[in-house]
């Protein structure tokens, strides 16, 4: 199957074409047909597997300029609602539609005029509510309306404000009908019953919600908990790598170890989390991007979503407490069937995550030592042997001319 087989508009199969697309992933092959059709859809997909462009692409085909909001998008993060607003600018470059992207933590001016003449809204939650408030946004000619990464808005307390602003959103009437998408890697028990609420008759589309790719090659480094800072160290140290992003919990830890790692001389890192300034996280993407840092310590906010296909290893300073991040911290790896490696750093304390982690992705995870690494004994160590973790350095990607 190709894009020109699933029904989209010119407009949009043009720019598909131009981008150099020539097959649908799986979740775009099932879900760009019915989002044609005009059926609602409950989509399940992992990132890394084209789920944005799944709901763009029909969405851009199934509307016209008007200078008003169609199509609406809320996402959990700024970096997300940057991320899809550009794919939809992208996408929809031959449409005439034009894309609004709001989020908090900057100025009203520039939003406001986007507002003006926008098709198409990206938001995060609590800034959309705001434009409501304000009068610069208005929901009656809302046709589709799309809820991406639901599971996470759970996760940051969102879905109380998302219910209010679905009930501000048309409802299928004699009179108005309203496309819902919603798209979430898992559907907890509180996804559920959300979905059942808000969406009318909808097809299901399920790609692959608990596989981790197969080019992932998974590690847990034992080690006692005051070697934990200087073993992520000696895995720098020791591990060629391209591109590394160190997960920690908290924007703290980020910093700190953003610090540490600067002092071993390693210059290109740069920190990413929610008390950076939205202006220095998207710096600091796009640099990690174009090879400006090798290196990006950042809290789960850059786990879900971040588009950057050239990451060779993912290392998590902790275990995640919660195992579906496991999953979406080491999806940035192993991306468009690359190799890649996923190190998580485990002490006596995490042991039952660890085991959650295990259970979760359906494997058991190799236990590994340093080697040449100066240990204190854990008895986490007895099972682990030691093991190199050098390899071969891919080869740079080349970047484009603008």
Known sequence: MSFSDLGLSEAVLSAVTESGYENPTPIQAKAIPLILEGKDVIGAS??????????????????????????????PTRELAHQVAEQFEHYGKHTGCKVALIYGGVGYGQQDEQMKSADI??????????HFYRGTMRFGAIKILILDEVDRMLDMGFLPIVRKIVNLCPWNTEETSRQTLFF????????????????????SVE???????DTINHAFYPVSMDQRDDLLLALLEKTDFHSVMIF??????A??????IKGTGHKEVVAMHSDVKQSDRLKALSGFKDGTYN???ATDVAARGIDISTVTHVINYRVPENAEDYVHRIGRTGRAESEGDAFTIL???????????????EKKIERRKLEDFEYTYTALLDDSPARPVRKKRPPAPRRRRK
């Open 248 to 253: 920690t919990r908290t924007r703290k830890e």
């Open 295 to 297: 290196i990006l310590v």
């Open 255 to 260: 910093d700190t170890l953003c610090g540490l």
């Open 121 to 130: 809204v990206v938001a995060t939650p609590g800034r959309l509510v705001d």
């Open 46 to 75: 992992q990132t890394g597997t084209g789920k944005t462009a799944a709901f763009a692409l029909p969405s851009l085909s199934l509307i016209k300029p008007l200078g008003k909001p169609q199509v609406l998008v809320l996402e």
């Open 207 to 213: 790609i692959a919600r608990r596989a981790v790719a």
């Open 184 to 203: 979430s890697a898992t559907m907890p028990a509180a996804i559920q019953g959300f979905a059942q609420w808000c969406l009318h008759e909808p097809e």
């Open 347 to 361: 002490t006596a304390d995490e042991l039952d995550f660890a085991k959650s982690v295990e259970n979760f992705v």
